[in-house]
């Protein structure tokens, strides 16, 4: 699949701990202290887990089934996505590269980076 | 409270029977009620209506200016709702409360109240393909790593809980499900999102349910009172996928800590629980959040026959969610209600040891917000 790489899920770090997070909060979430400072989001990552969607949602119906990915991005921000399954299952720890991101309607897709030097 | 069966009236006037029946049952005229706080989710999606607490009120017949508040906390909202009534007593304004929740899903197709559900958890992680269902199965994928279950052994003790629940449900004259279930027939029922199978998941449901809640003074005055001995309520990180362990709920640990330390006891001197079981590995987690068990052991305590209804610590006697049924804003109440029957020995279900202290805890959300109460019968 092939999709706008241009756009990417906005992520910040918090100042006091360090912590990640995709979207855009004055103050962190998880020490409630520290002030976000946007960070760049690049487009890969590594899958932490997954879970094939057998019922898709309504928003989601056209895809058919597809596999829900939770994604460490490499810049530590964790977030979820949608991988289509077009070459098996994925694995834990697989590496994954963004391939489409719609920030209007936030909808996520991944793909294995083998598949995106052949795209 | 209703029985949990398809309503053929909207949940304002769905509320009425259990309302009135909650006034009675506390020996009051419903000239004392001083406050209506009731818990809803949906009805703007299922119902397209809003405001539906002065509505409710209006269907009662009680018209005296009282002030009426609807809550929405998803899941949690009538448990919510019931811990708001009991500050509202706390701190003087009044002596008499109506508290309860309400809700109507089934006269609607099930893809609307999906969709209505979803609005629940945040947008960007759903519309990032993240369900309900994906959730749990997440949470118990979580679970099942961290405490070395493979998928075939962890979906064996899940399928226990839910054949508990129905047992304890086949006996709950008001559950929506009164039917006993195998663990084979759980196993071989469709996966919903795997590990997740279809009947590891409660239903959608209609129901409602009330309590009057009352000051010490006024309270004294009533048939068979139960008292409050204890209530916490917490919110946990909207972002699922943030969370470093989602085989937790520090949300629920935090209001579980607040009302045990409120009641002044701790965990094994609870005698009966009615937890949120929307899913059975979430019956898992309260019952390791809430201390009942240790991290680990809650998933083997039906297996064991210890959260029977004549174990060391009975829960979802009722049925829970899974058996009784999920009418969402009003589940804690039903919770609440079932808990105060069990208390006074009047609970028409499977038989208790005469308990003195029951908890009830519900969650909404992704585990985002919990409310849970702790109650005891008098001596």
């Known amino acids: ?119 | 409270m209703a029985p949990v069966a398809k309503s053929p009236v909207p949940s304002w006037e769905l509320f009425v029977d259990p309302a009135l029946s909650a006034i009675r049952d506390a020996g009051l005229d419903p000239s004392r009620i001083q406050a209506l706080h009731l818990g809803n989710v949906y009805s703007a999606f299922t119902e397209r209506q809003t405001n539906i607490a002065p509505l409710a009120l209006s269907s009662i017949g009680i018209r005296n200016n009282v002030p009426s508040v609807r809550y929405e906390t998803a899941c949690a909202s009538s448990g919510i709702a019931f811990r708001q009534g009991y500050l509202g007593i706390l701190s003087g304004l009044y002596d008499v409360v109506l508290v309860g929740g309400t809700e109507r899903l089934r006269a609607v197709p099930g893809v609307a109240v999906q969709q209505a559900m979803a609005t629940s958890m945040d947008a960007s992680e759903r519309n990032a393909g993240l369900t309900f269902a994906v959730y749990w199965a997440y949470v118990a994928k979580a679970y099942a790593r961290k405490h070395g279950l493979d998928d075939a052994r962890l979906q064996e003790l899940l399928a226990h809980i839910t054949v508990k629940n129905h047992h304890h449900g086949a006996a709950n004259m008001l559950a929506q499900f009164r039917k006993e279930t195998t663990v084979e027939e759980v196993l071989n029922s469709p996966v919903a999102a795997s590990p997740i199978k279809i009947m590891d998941c409660c239903p959608f449901s209609d129901g409602a349910a009330a309590l009057v809640l009352a000051s010490e003074e006024v309270a004294r005055g009533c048939p068979k009172p139960v008292w409050i001995a204890g209530t916490g309520q917490a919110s946990g990180p909207f972002t699922v996928a943030d969370r470093a362990d989602l085989s937790s709920n520090p949300a629920l640990e935090a209001a579980g800590k607040e009302a045990f330390r409120h009641a002044g006891i701790e965990p094994g001197a609870v005698d009966v629980a009615e937890l949120h079981d929307c899913v059975n590995i979430h019956e898992v987690m309260c019952l390791e959040a809430l201390g009942f068990f240790k991290e680990g052991e809650g998933i083997r305590s039906a297996g064991e026959r210890r959260t029977y209804h004549d174990g060391e610590i009975p829960v979802n006697v009722s049925g829970g969610l899974k058996s009784r049924g999920h009418p969402v804003g009003a589940t804690g109440a039903y919770q609440l209600c079932e808990i105060t029957q069990m208390l006074r020995g009047e609970f028409q279900g499977r038989s208790l040891k005469s308990p003195a202290t029951g908890l009830a805890a519900c969650v909404g959300g992704t585990g985002t917000v919990a409310a849970v109460s702790i109650l005891r019968r008098e001596g």
């Open chain 1, 1 to 119: 699949m092939t999709g706008d790489r241009r756009s990417l899920p906005s992520c910040g770090r918090c100042e006091a701990c360090g912590f990640t997070t995709a979207g855009s909060h004055p103050l962190c979430t998880r020490c409630g202290r520290g002030k976000m400072t946007r960070i760049e989001t690049t487009p890969g990552g590594r899958i932490l887990d997954f879970v094939p969607v057998t019922y898709p949602p309504e928003n989601l119906k056209a895809l058919g089934s597809y596999t829900s990915v939770l994604v460490e991005l490499e810049n530590g921000c964790h977030v979820f996505g949608i991988m289509l399954m077009e070459s098996g299952p994925p694995e834990a720890g697989q590496s994954v590269i963004v391939s489409k991101y719609d920030p209007e309607r936030q909808e996520l897709f991944f793909e294995g980076r083998s598949a995106e030097k052949g795209s």
